[in-house]
């Protein structure tokens, strides 16, 4: 268990809908990462927050937005979603303590299918 | 910009031989850190092995070995004993100090054969 939770674990959605995935990292943890893999490809990294602000995007599409609130829990939201959004989705957290990044530690993923 | 490269998609091995994957990338950094993820079927993503570009000895972690090449900017992985255990998408990633983002490589399969 690498102490990062993901909800929900699978979510089967239409075309054209709008999801919202959950992430809480591992205790202590300020920094949250947002990676999008499709089926047998890498990991495409979406979006970074330490602390609350924004710290880096990647290539995340503007119907994609992202936050992560006081308790440092995220959220990734995905509105009107394509077949092409079918995918797992990772949130990853890390230290990230101003001196030295340690590993990123992994969820489960959220298995996002849209029909 | 930073990248990582594994130039070997695919790679199979008996079980308890020795296999290398390998990955290379590419950095104007002096200090960053390497990873090594397995990502089983199950697809979770786990951390194998970590190295820091400023310690010349190489990580090991149980059958799981590095050989950092600074220089050349290589950071391949050795997996003694192979276990069928061990089949799996294994990712290469950095990341510099101070980082916004682990830059992954595209992955190698490794399919362990009985």
């Known amino acids: 268990d690498s102490g990062v939770t993901q909800t929900p674990k699978h979510l089967i959605t239409a075309t054209g809908q709008r999801v919202t995935l959950r992430c809480s990292p591992r205790s202590g943890d300020l920094s949250v990462y947002w990676y999008q893999q499709s089926l047998d490809q890498g990991l495409q990294f979406l979006i970074q927050?330490?602390?609350?602000?924004?710290?880096a995007k990647g290539n995340i599409l503007e119907r994609f937005s992202a936050q992560q609130f006081p308790d440092l829990h995220s959220e990734l939201n995905l509105s009107s979603l394509e077949l092409g959004d079918s995918a797992l989705y990772f949130c990853?957290?890390?230290?990230?303590?101003?001196?030295?990044?340690?590993?990123?530690?992994f969820g489960q993923g959220t298995r996002l299918t849209v029909v | 910009a930073q990248t990582v490269t594994q130039s070997q998609p695919e790679m199979s091995v008996q079980e308890a031989e020795t296999v290398t994957l390998s990955c290379t990338y590419d950095?104007?950094?002096?200090?960053?850190?390497l990873f090594w993820y397995k990502q089983p079927p199950s697809r979770q993503m786990i951390l194998v092995i970590r190295q820091e570009a400023y310690k010349q000895q190489n990580a090991t972690e149980n059958r799981f070995s590095v050989n950092f090449q600074k220089a050349a900017k290589s950071f391949s992985l050795k997996i003694s004993d192979s276990q069928l255990g061990d089949t799996a998408m294994y990712f290469c990633a950095f990341i510099p100090p101070y980082g916004q983002n682990f830059v992954f490589g595209p992955g190698t399969r490794l399919s362990v054969l009985p």
């Open positions: 950095t104007s950094e002096n200090n960053y850190y």
């Open positions: 927050y330490y602390n609350g602000e924004e710290r």
């Open positions: 990853a957290s890390s230290q990230l303590d101003g001196s030295v990044n340690t590993e990123a530690f």
